[in-house]
């Protein structure tokens, strides 16, 4: 069984991409199953930055297969932009499939996000990145969606926007928002309509064969596992699973194939947008990690809020998402802090729990219980083994692996390429 999948354990941004990037070069396909460009991953090498948010971190290895499965939804324009700025970095020799099943965003759908929002009062808006993620899920549960399939059947997708903008120019009349025309939308996305077809095949179908084959398949997340529609941190979340159960239903494979996760997690913890965060703290510490992490939204720019690492949150994603590695990332960020701190339960109402409550009443209450553990000074941006990173260092990620009851597979001490240390091969 040769398939890993990479979750991100916490809010996203967790460094997913890079460890993708990194896996892939053993893989024969890395594949996106859920959500779209309100992802953003950054991937350095050979002294460039590339900021991914729809095209799976395999597009750079031209032997990879990189497949934007049926559970994502894709913005056309913003994957055109995508192929653009590779084509401009001269990445112009890869593999690309995009399922006929999976979903498209359109103009409406981002001015429904924005409409959505502004509709909630200030404590309960999301904050979502207003890509349209969110209203192009609806369309799908109303069954009012489009479909890659349809929309490469220029006739289909013609009369598809035609009835749905028909319905909710309706709703942005009412709420006195620009209507949007038909034909105008039609106009501009019939080009990427031509330009994304020949990318269009049945991808359930091609990872089958590929995993039936023996080859390896990587399934590479987006987002955090708290940001999981049904196991997250609800309503702060975002409208898909980003987790490894997820995996067989939004990509048409057999659930028989996965069983090798790899949880991704940061040394210590960031959320964007809206919603409790128990081990979030701001003084000059978070500045500082804020500032050498560069802690900043790679799709909204926004200022990521941070806090202390959470094995409460570890624990709950195991559970959720069978995590069987860790991969510890910017573990060089915390480098120069004299006391770092580790949540290891919450207090709610003066007793000690040890699990995510469901009402997010209940989870605004909760307090964190931490553990201290002694920093380090030491530069270890050049470390190549785990025996070479100073003691603290060492007692900080066992501590972490014991509290979370995952095996370290993975740590990172920077962000190029070469700076990802291995203990343990996932897929083998
Ligand atoms: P949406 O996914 O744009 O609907 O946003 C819902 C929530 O998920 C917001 O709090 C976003 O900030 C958050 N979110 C969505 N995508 C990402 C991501 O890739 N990284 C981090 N947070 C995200
Ligand atoms: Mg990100």
């Not at 799976?56 to 932009?81: C, E, H, Q, W, Y």
């Not at 031509?194 to 095949?201: L, P, T």
């Not at 802090?337 to 989870?363: Q, R």
Request: a negative charge.
């Amino acid at each position: 069984m040769n398939s890993v999948v990479v979750v991100g354990t916490q809010w996203g941004d967790e460094g997913k991409g890079k460890i993708t990037d990194f896996l892939a070069k053993e893989a024969d396909a890395v594949v996106r199953f859920q959500g779209g460009n309100n992802a953003g991953h950054t991937i350095v090498f050979d002294n460039k930055k590339y900021a991914l948010h729809l095209i799976p971190s395999g597009i750079f290895r031209k032997d990879t297969v990189n497949v934007l499965a049926n559970g994502m939804v894709i913005n056309p324009k913003a994957l055109m932009k995508e192929l653009e700025m590779l084509n401009n970095g001269g990445i112009t020799d890869f593999h690309l499939a995009i399922s006929d099943r999976a979903h498209i965003v359109l103009p409406y759908h981002i001015q429904l996000d924005g409409l959505f929002e502004d509709l909630k009062s200030g404590s309960k808006k999301v904050g979502t990145t207003n890509k349209g993620i969110g209203p192009t899920y609806n369309d799908k549960s109303a069954r009012i969606g489009i479909r890659v399939c349809d929309f490469i059947d220029l006739e289909v997708f013609e009369d598809k926007l035609n009835d749905n903008l028909n319905y909710y120019n309706k709703l942005f009349k009412l709420f006195g928002k620009p209507l949007i025309e038909a034909s105008e939308v039609f106009n501009e996305y019939k080009e990427y309509s031509k330009q994304m077809k020949q990318y269009v095949e049945d991808t359930g179908l091609l990872l089958n064969t590929m995993l039936d084959e023996g080859k390896k398949v990587l399934f590479e997340g987006a987002q955090g596992a708290l940001l999981c529609l049904d196991h997250g941190t609800y309503p702060f979340v975002t409208s898909s699973s980003p987790t490894a159960a997820s995996v067989p239903l939004n990509t048409g494979i057999s659930p028989k194939y996965i069983n090798k996760i790899l949880g991704v997690t940061k040394a210590y913890s960031t959320r964007v947008g809206s919603g409790h965060f128990v081990t979030e703290f701001e003084n000059d510490v978070a500045k500082r990690i804020r500032d050498v992490g560069h802690e900043y939204g790679t799709t909204t720019g926004r200022p990521r809020r941070i806090g202390w690492i959470d094995t409460v949150v570890l624990r709950h994603t195991k559970r959720i998402s069978g995590i069987t590695g860790l991969s510890v990332m910017l573990l060089d960020v915390l480098t120069g802090i004299e006391t770092l701190k580790m949540c290891v339960a919450y207090k709610l109402d003066g007793e000690i729990i040890d699990y995510i409550p469901a009402s997010i009443k209940d989870f605004e209450r909760c307090e964190p219980i931490y553990i201290e553990l002694e920093g380090w000074t030491e530069d270890i941006t050049q470390t190549t083994s785990f025996s070479d990173l100073p003691l603290n260092t060492q007692n900080y990620l066992n501590k972490v692996s014991e509290l979370s009851n995952i095996e370290l597979a993975i740590f990172s001490v920077g962000p190029d390429r070469t700076q990802t240390v291995v203990l343990k091969d996932m897929f083998n």
